[in-house]
């Protein structure tokens, strides 16, 4: 039977369960944690006091997964997902990857094949290294790639990270989940380019497409195969939820549940709120673990779409995208 590996060991895919495809437990700098967060708003105990009991909860509606896709770029950090997983009732899928909009960090910069240093491409070594070993000496698998392409497009930092994430999913079958952004549509872009690396858009899951209502785009991406993350559910600024519950019941409609996961890309911490975070989460009352369960699920229901439906897209989706 095909496993999946988790920060707490290898899981069968049979017995991922419901699982929220897109869910951060930290998003982090550490440069900005280390210089103004500690001493300051930043409590490592607290916070991942706090992570236990929020991912506990979650637990307890049902959820049996999460999937993180947390890479460099907003502040992976294992050992401390590891203290988490050591005390919740949830599998936690972890990535590898690189989040950037724009440049390749400085480290990545001058070391590739006819650079500076001249290797073979050290983002497919590193990914690699995630994904068959382990990563930083934690024994922690990743078992997704993760990248991002927003509004800027294949800047030519942009376009490294996404070929060496495509090759490294080509290289270790390991799937991909993709960072887009809607207003700009570029969960084409993201297809295309991992298309000429040979990557099967069936591993792909177009992160935040659910940010859009452009029923047309949704079912041109689906269409190839590929998974739209409909997963900023309370991220109101980005699309209100009534909006994304609708574009899901028409896509329901017409016969593209089995091409939908649901998340919130929610957190325990959000360091771009700095010492104001629970400031500004209670703006967004909604953008958290819960609000699926709560409030989406049953708004999805009375709309008509089938519990069979809700089933591909929290168990059975994920579970095909992890196979
Ligand atoms: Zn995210």
Redesign the pocket.
């Given at each position: 039977m095909a496993t999946v590996e988790t920060v707490n060991g290898p899981v069968a895919v049979e017995d991922l369960g419901p699982t929220l495809m897109?869910?951060?437990v930290f998003?982090l700098s550490t440069e900005h944690v280390q210089n103004y967060g500690e001493g300051s708003w930043w409590d490592e105990e607290a916070q991942v006091a706090n992570a236990v009991v929020k991912l506990n909860e979650l637990a307890a509606t049902g959820i049996r997964t999460i999937v993180d896709?947390?890479v460099w770029g907003?502040g992976r950090y294992i050992p401390r997902i590891q203290r988490v997983a050591a005390q919740v009732d949830l599998n936690i899928i972890v990535a590898t990857g690189l989040?950037q909009y724009q440049e390749l960090p400085h480290q990545y910069a001058y070391r590739g094949p006819g650079l500076t240093v001249d290797v073979p491409e050290p983002m497919v070594t590193d990914f690699t290294t995630d994904i068959r070993h382990g990563i930083a000496g934690t024994g922690v698998k990743a078992a997704f790639l993760k990248c991002a392409i927003e509004a800027y497009g294949l800047t030519p930092g942009v376009e490294r990270i996404a070929r060496a994430v495509a090759r490294t999913s080509v290289d270790t079958g390991v799937p991909i989940t993709v960072?887009t952004s809607a207003p700009a549509q570029t969960g084409r872009l993201a297809l295309d380019v991992f298309g000429k690396e040979g990557v099967d858009p069936t591993k792909v899951v177009i992160?935040?497409a659910g940010d859009s209502n452009d029923l047309d785009y949704l079912m041109e991406l689906a269409d190839t195969g590929a998974t739209l993350g409909m997963?900023?559910f309370g991220l109101d600024l980005f699309n209100p939820t009534e909006n994304r519950v609708a574009t899901i019941v028409a896509l329901a409609e017409r016969g593209y549940a089995d091409r939908m996961v649901l998340a919130h890309?929610a957190?325990c911490f959000i360091d771009y709120f700095g010492g104001l975070h629970d400031a500004a989460r209670a703006t967004m009352p909604n953008w958290n673990y819960l609000h699926i369960g709560n409030d989406v699920l049953p708004a999805l229901r009375a709309a008509g779409v089938s519990e069979e439906q809700i089933n591909q897209m929290l168990v059975d989706n994920p579970r095909r995208y992890f196979s």
């Open positions: 897109h869910e951060h998003v896709p947390t907003i989040y960072h992160g935040h997963d900023r890309d957190s």
